[in-house]
């Protein structure tokens, strides 16, 4: 039997890591995890890998692993299914709804076909570096087909989000702290409210989302 075992991250879609993320439990049983790892990335049945030796189902479920151990650097765009997408050009543009939605479905690997779905979309002008793209309406088929997309770019893009989201919270402290010291030596008419009210809502957001990163995320 002739075994088809991915060699990049690239090779794994946003749906196969997703199926993977519900097995890979602390408490999971080690053969139905070796068992289950190769019939979702090798595309056998697990009913046939069962009757594999034991020693083959733990290389091939090794190389799988080691695969997706790997990391590549941000792309902001790909193509998936014959159509161009961007991610989103500005973060510090970004909507209210497409923040939360972010936000939300980062949280959970089972939903990060509908956060890639808010990072990348399709573009509709392009030049040289430049480009726009569709604006956000959270359409299921669009959230759908991100399911195809490879991992290795989704990967990157979450990481990617993550530390401008970071550096957003950072700015915005620094922002907030000043605007307090100034608060406190200038007459009352100039209250820490409308010294703040300048911020912009990313820097907002970057608040309530670094609240959201969990120490264990990446």
Do not use: W
């Amino acid at each position: 039997m002739k075994i088809s075992v991915p060699t990049h991250i690239n090779d794994v879609t946003l749906a196969e890591y997703q199926k993977f993320a519900l097995i890979n439990t602390e408490n999971q049983d080690k053969e139905f995890f070796t068992f289950k790892t190769i019939e979702i990335f090798c595309d056998v049945d697990i009913a046939l890998v069962a009757k594999m030796p034991y020693e083959t189902t733990l290389e091939l479920s090794k190389e799988v692993l080691a695969v997706l151990d790997q990391t590549i650097p941000f792309t902001n765009r790909m193509t998936l299914n014959g159509i161009e997408y961007g991610f989103i050009p500005d973060l510090q543009a970004m909507s209210l709804g497409e923040f939360i939605d972010l936000e939300e479905n980062l949280s959970d690997a089972k939903n990060f076909h509908k956060a890639a779905a808010v990072m990348f979309r399709p573009i509709v002008k392009s030049y040289k570096n430049l480009y726009t793209i569709q604006g956000y309406d959270a359409d299921p088929e669009a959230i759908e087909a991100m399911k195809d997309a490879p991992m290795g770019v989704i990967a990157a893009a979450i990481v990617f989000f993550y530390g401008i989201a970071n550096e957003l919270v950072r700015d915005s402290q620094s922002s907030l702290e000043e605007s307090a010291k100034m608060a406190q030596t200038t007459l009352e008419k100039h209250s820490l409210t409308q010294n703040t009210a300048g911020l912009t809502l990313s820097m907002l957001y970057a608040q309530v989302m670094l609240q959201s990163i969990k120490p264990s995320q990446k």
